[in-house]
């Protein structure tokens, strides 16, 4: 297996990973309306979202997407450094919005209780600013994994038919 292979399949086990998180993750939100707190949404339900559809399918998407592009190389080499970049930014940054949700939530609301359903607006905006950067950063991640996709494939040249293939072709018509 090529290296570039071995990331692709990181990225998927990590995926995996990510949808069990994401997956467990939603009974936060579960357990809240369970609970009678249908008057207002959950400050999880978003990091339930979040963690399933950045980590399990975004990292899958990618890493097949790794997975194919020796094949589409072309002869070049693949650029290995920027998938690895890629895989440990987007991993921060899913593990960030994860542990922002939860534990964040947890510790800004021990300093203001019930920052979220009030709102205090400075605990809220901050809160959701934590989140904001962990989000950028899988935008970033993204923008390497655009470069490393670009820098790694082209289009396989295509042939240009001579005088005598194109009047065949236009005979058959």
């Not at 995926?15 to 069990?20: F, I, N, Y």
């Not at 082209?154 to 240009?160: D, F, K, L």
């Amino acid at each position: 297996m090529t290296e570039m292979e071995n990331i692709g399949l990181r990225f998927v086990r990590w995926g995996a990973g990510l949808l069990m998180l994401g997956l467990l993750t939603g009974y936060g939100p579960l357990g809240h309306y369970l609970r009678g707190g249908v008057a207002h949404a959950c400050p999880w339900a978003p990091v339930h979202g979040h963690v399933t559809t950045l980590g399990w399918m975004g990292m899958t998407l990618f890493g097949l997407v790794y997975r194919a592009v020796p094949a589409w190389a072309n002869g070049a080499t693949p650029a290995v450094r920027l998938a690895q970049a890629h895989f440990t930014v987007c991993v921060i940054a899913v593990l960030g919005v994860f542990a922002n949700g939860i534990i964040g939530y947890r510790i800004l609301d021990a300093i203001v209780d019930g920052f979220y359903y009030t709102p205090v607006t400075s605990m809220l905006n901050l809160w959701l600013s934590i989140d904001g950067i962990f989000l950028s950063l899988y935008g970033v991640g993204s923008l390497l994994f655009l470069s490393a996709l670009l820098r790694s494939t082209g289009y396989a040249p295509t042939a240009t038919p001579t005088p005598e293939k194109r009047e065949a072709v236009i005979e058959r018509r």
